[in-house]
T-cell receptor
Framework: KAGVTQTPRYLIKTRGQQVTLSCSPISGHRSVSWYQQTPGQGLQFLFEYFSETQRNKGNFPGRFSGRQFSNSRSEMNVSTLELGDSALYLC????????????FGQGTRLTVV | GDSVTQMEGPVTLSEEAFLTINCTYT??????LFWYVQYPGEGLQLLLKATKADDKGSNKGFEATYRKETTSFHLEKGSVQVSDSAVYFC???????????WGAGTKLIIKP
């Protein structure tokens, strides 16, 4: 069974640009959640989707958005990038929600210069 | 709100030593508790979990017991190996099941 796939693995963007990250969950999983990992703030929850509906959102500015498609693949978008957005972005897939068992991708390393 | 507190790292041990990483939580209701591990350059992997009080999660020689009276979920292993070197995260999921709340992570270094 294929695992969670995140693309791209690495990104370098300039301040003010926007970026889209992609996550393909494990086949059959309907929940996708996103987390930001930084050395200073640790792991922080961004949002969670289930069957194309956002069920929960973390405390991030509106520049961070996401969506989920009918095949459960998910994207997150960050607009007007800031230096502080540099982080490892992790996606997790789960059959029903991250509170049961979450399977993580290897992450996308975003560097904003 | 719900929160998780982990002991500060790094924790440095010799091979075959006994390991304890402390984790305490604050939550309303009856959260599920997890330990995840992150090896260098990789994503997170579930190590073990417990969903109700007095449950013991175990995997690969690691154990943790859900203690509601002390709101704790300490990770233990009787004899660590160099290959256990990683960052360990304690996490909880509250009643909604829609997110994981994380501790700060504890870096574990095992010396041969």
């Amino acid at each position: 069974k294929a695992g969670v796939t995140q693309t791209p693995r690495y990104l370098i963007k300039t301040r003010g640009q926007q970026v889209t990250l992609s996550c393909s969950p494990i086949s059959g999983h309907r929940s996708v959640s996103w987390y930001q990992q930084t050395p200073g703030q640790g792991l922080q929850f961004l949002f969670e989707y289930f069957s194309e509906t956002q069920r929960n959102k973390g405390n991030f500015p509106g520049r961070f958005s996401g969506r989920q498609f009918s095949n459960s693949r998910s994207e997150m978008n960050v607009s007007t990038l800031e230096l502080g957005d540099s982080a490892l972005y992790l996606c997790a897939s789960s059959p029903t929600g991250p509170g049961t068992e979450a399977f993580f991708g290897q992450g996308t390393r975003l560097t904003v210069v | 709100g719900d929160s998780v507190t982990q002991m500060e790292g790094p924790v440095t041990l010799s091979e075959e030593a006994f390991l304890t990483i402390n984790c305490t939580y604050t939550a309303t209701g009856y959260p599920s508790l997890f330990w995840y591990v992150q090896y260098p350059g990789e994503g997170l992997q579930l190590l073990l979990k417990a969903t109700k009080a007095d449950d013991k999660g175990s995997n690969k020689g690691f154990e943790a017991t859900y203690r509601k009276e002390t709101t704790s979920f300490h990770l233990e292993k009787g004899s660590v190996q160099v290959s256990d070197s990683a960052v360990y995260f304690c996490a909880l999921s509250g009643d909604s099941n829609y997110q994981l709340i994380w501790g700060a992570g504890t870096k574990l270094i095992i010396k041969p």
